[in-house]
């Protein structure tokens, strides 16, 4: 259980406002990041994880401000970093790498307690059979999978994602949000996900907040994101897989519970 407060956070680059007085608290939610390609997503995700400074304003997890890099915030990049060459297990192990080296971590030189905590973690992803097979010899949706199992590892109390399925075909990043949904669930992570797909967002966020040019346009829950907020945050070709409040209605299907979605997610 934890919260994030974003507080009156402004980050300039020179003459660039990538962020403009940008305010807002998340707790114990699946919360979406949404806005066009420069609207200051990757600069907010980079922010809460302590990578950069913020000009103004700060972030918080439980009233502690984050600043600099942190274990308890685990991050998963659109690009995985995952490393090549060993096994999926070994990647996710690398997760503990607060408590040892890598040299340790690729040696297999962890305590009892980490190897269980990844094999687990790969259980989550639904990658425990695959655990002793090579990251390079997997496909893109199970990569990302592998950098799930990684954040989990290291037992965050925040769960940041830029972008994670935007390099997957639309049934393999729905699988992948499937899993990050389900990791956030079951280890009571709150979790932020910057996303380019409203439909993918739609289904399975519970918070959307909505960035144009740096500044928030809305923070709002399943029933008001709304096809007339995402026209005013991309313009109407963008609400296309977001037809209407009935569709947003069936995204309640990415809850756990929903037998439906979660035999989809298994497939
Ligand atoms: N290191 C940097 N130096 C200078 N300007 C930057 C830097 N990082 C980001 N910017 C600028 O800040 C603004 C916000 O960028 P940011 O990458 O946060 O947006 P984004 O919403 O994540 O975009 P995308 O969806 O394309 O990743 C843009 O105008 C970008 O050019």
């Given at each position: 259980?934890?919260?994030?407060k974003v507080e009156n956070?402004t980050?300039?680059?020179?003459?660039v406002?990538?962020?403009e007085s940008?305010s807002?608290?998340?707790e114990d939610?699946?919360?979406?990041l949404?806005?066009e390609s420069?609207?200051g997503?990757?600069t907010l995700l980079?922010?809460?994880?302590?990578l950069t400074e913020?000009?103004?304003?700060?972030?918080?997890l439980?009233?502690?401000e984050?600043?600099?890099?942190?274990?308890?915030?685990?991050m998963?990049f659109?690009q995985?970093?995952?490393?090549e060459g060993?096994?999926?297990y070994?990647?996710?192990?690398?997760g503990?790498?607060?408590?040892?080296?890598?040299?340790?971590?690729?040696?297999q030189?962890?305590?009892r307690?980490?190897?269980?905590?990844?094999l687990?973690a790969?259980?989550?992803?639904?990658?425990?059979?695959?655990?002793?097979?090579r990251?390079?010899?997997?496909?893109?949706?199970?990569q990302?999978r592998?950098g799930?199992?990684r954040?989990?590892?290291q037992?965050?109390?925040?769960?940041?994602?830029?972008?994670p399925?935007a390099?997957l075909?639309?049934?393999?990043?729905e699988?992948?949000m499937g899993?990050?949904?389900?990791?956030?669930m079951?280890h009571?992570v709150t979790a932020?996900v910057?996303l380019?797909?409203v439909?993918?967002?739609a289904?399975?966020?519970?918070r959307?907040i909505?960035?144009k040019?740096?500044?928030?346009l809305f923070?709002?829950?399943?029933?008001?994101?709304t096809?007339?907020?995402?026209?005013?945050?991309?313009?109407?070709v963008e609400?296309?897989?977001l037809?209407d409040?009935?569709d947003?209605?069936?995204g309640?299907?990415?809850?756990?519970?929903d037998?439906?979605h979660e035999?989809?997610?298994e497939?």
């Amino acid at each position: 259980m934890s919260t994030l407060k974003v507080e009156n956070l402004t980050k300039e680059y020179g003459d660039v406002t990538a962020l403009e007085s940008v305010s807002f608290e998340i707790e114990d939610e699946f919360a979406v990041l949404l806005g066009e390609s420069g609207a200051g997503k990757s600069t907010l995700l980079r922010c809460a994880n302590g990578l950069t400074e913020p000009t103004e304003g700060g972030i918080y997890l439980d009233d502690e401000e984050i600043g600099g890099s942190r274990t308890d915030v685990g991050m998963i990049f659109q690009q995985h970093n995952l490393v090549e060459g060993v096994s999926a297990y070994l990647n996710a192990l690398t997760g503990s790498l607060d408590r040892v080296s890598m040299v340790k971590s690729l040696l297999q030189w962890q305590a009892r307690e980490d190897k269980v905590r990844a094999l687990e973690a790969l259980e989550t992803v639904g990658l425990l059979d695959e655990s002793h097979q090579r990251v390079t010899q997997m496909s893109g949706g199970q990569q990302q999978r592998v950098g799930i199992a990684r954040a989990l590892v290291q037992d965050p109390r925040l769960l940041l994602a830029d972008e994670p399925v935007a390099s997957l075909d639309p049934a393999s990043a729905e699988t992948v949000m499937g899993y990050l949904r389900k990791a956030a669930m079951e280890h009571n992570v709150t979790a932020l996900v910057s996303l380019h797909q409203v439909n993918i967002a739609a289904h399975f966020g519970d918070r959307f907040i909505g960035l144009k040019d740096g500044q928030k346009l809305f923070d709002v829950g399943r029933e008001g994101l709304t096809p007339d907020l995402i026209d005013d945050l991309y313009g109407s070709v963008e609400t296309v897989g977001l037809a209407d409040q009935d569709d947003l209605a069936d995204g309640a299907a990415g809850l756990p519970g929903d037998e439906d979605h979660e035999r989809r997610v298994e497939a």
